[in-house]
């Protein structure tokens, strides 16, 4: 085989392992930026449900101090459930915030609003009823009202957190197969590079082969053409004489 047949071949495959190159590495950046977004999407994942964890705790410590409350109608208990209340109020703004790009979670959230201000429309209503009236027929006002409340409270925060914890599942498995597409697109990029140098160092090292080989030859047949020349002078001295 022709040394310039071989030396298109691999030229030609130089070209084509640079073009695979280019390929994967923007195939891989393009992973690693998927990728980004999902470590974003398991953060906020993992946001929704630390806020769903703290916003349970508020709402049942307001179902804890309502009950109180109506229990035994002591001011202490009133405040607590305010307080509770208030703070409940606040965590559910933040998890609604949180969860402003889905409207699902978003719709369970702001279901949760109504129950607790009806929550807080029982309590007032069960104070109001106590004025004025004996404390055993104020007892129990509305008791049956406030759990069945409370009951749908709990379900729609069971769903919040178990849509959340099956979106992070989910969301965790992509990131790991995706970090593994990304270490094997960048593995496939740096072993193109290896045979990019190597098929480099192959054609400069064989082009500097020929070129020696040329100027070798070159030489010789200077040497040649000055000992003809040279031959040719000596002998015509000799043809004279």
């Given at each position: 085989?022709?040394?310039?047949?071989?030396?298109?071949?691999?030229?030609?495959?130089?070209?084509?392992?640079?073009?695979?190159?280019?390929?994967v590495?923007?195939?891989?950046?393009?992973?690693?930026?998927?990728?980004?977004?999902?470590?974003?999407?398991?953060?906020?994942?993992?946001?929704?449900?630390?806020?769903?964890?703290?916003?349970?705790?508020?709402l049942?410590?307001?179902?804890?101090?309502?009950?109180?409350?109506?229990?035994?109608?002591?001011?202490e208990?009133?405040?607590?459930?305010?307080?509770?209340?208030?703070?409940?109020?606040?965590?559910?703004?933040?998890?609604?915030?949180?969860?402003?790009?889905?409207?699902?979670?978003?719709?369970?959230?702001?279901?949760?609003?109504?129950?607790?201000?009806?929550?807080?429309?029982?309590?007032?209503?069960?104070?109001?009823?106590?004025?004025?009236?004996?404390?055993?027929?104020?007892?129990?006002?509305?008791?049956?009202?406030?759990?069945?409340v409370?009951?749908?409270?709990?379900?729609?925060?069971?769903?919040?957190e178990?849509?959340?914890?099956e979106?992070?599942?989910?969301?965790?498995?992509?990131?790991?197969?995706?970090?593994?597409?990304?270490?094997?697109?960048?593995?496939?990029?740096?072993?193109?590079?290896?045979?990019?140098?190597?098929?480099?160092?192959?054609?400069?090292?064989?082009?500097?082969?020929?070129?020696?080989?040329?100027?070798?030859?070159?030489?010789?047949?200077?040497?040649?053409?000055?000992?003809?020349?040279?031959?040719?002078?000596?002998?015509?001295?000799?043809?004279?004489?």
């Open positions: 085989m022709q040394p310039s047949i071989i030396s298109s071949r691999v030229t030609g495959g130089f070209a084509a392992l640079l073009v695979m190159l280019v390929l590495f923007i195939a891989s950046v393009r992973g690693a930026s998927r990728l980004a977004g999902l470590d974003t999407a398991v953060g906020r994942a993992r946001d929704v449900l630390e806020e769903i964890a703290v916003t349970r705790n508020s049942r410590e307001v179902e804890t101090t309502r009950r109180g409350y109506l229990l035994t109608h002591h001011g208990f009133l405040e607590l459930y305010l307080a509770a209340m208030k703070d409940a109020v606040g965590h559910l703004d933040r998890l609604r915030g949180l969860t402003g790009d889905d409207p699902a979670q978003r719709r369970r959230v702001d279901a949760l609003s109504p129950l607790a201000a009806h929550q807080l429309t029982l309590v007032t209503e069960a104070i109001a009823s106590a004025v004025g009236r004996p404390r055993d027929v104020a007892v129990g006002a509305h008791p049956d009202g406030g759990t069945i409370a009951e749908q409270i709990r379900g729609l925060v069971t769903e919040l178990d849509t959340e914890r979106r992070l599942r989910d969301h965790e498995a992509e990131a790991n197969a995706r970090t593994m597409k990304v270490i094997r697109g960048f593995g496939t990029v740096a072993l193109i590079a290896l045979l990019l140098l190597g098929t480099a160092y192959y054609i400069l090292d064989r082009d500097a082969a020929v070129h020696a080989a040329v100027l070798e030859e070159l030489r010789m047949y200077s040497r040649s053409a000055a000992s003809a020349k040279n031959a040719s002078h000596s002998e015509a001295p000799s043809r004279r004489g």
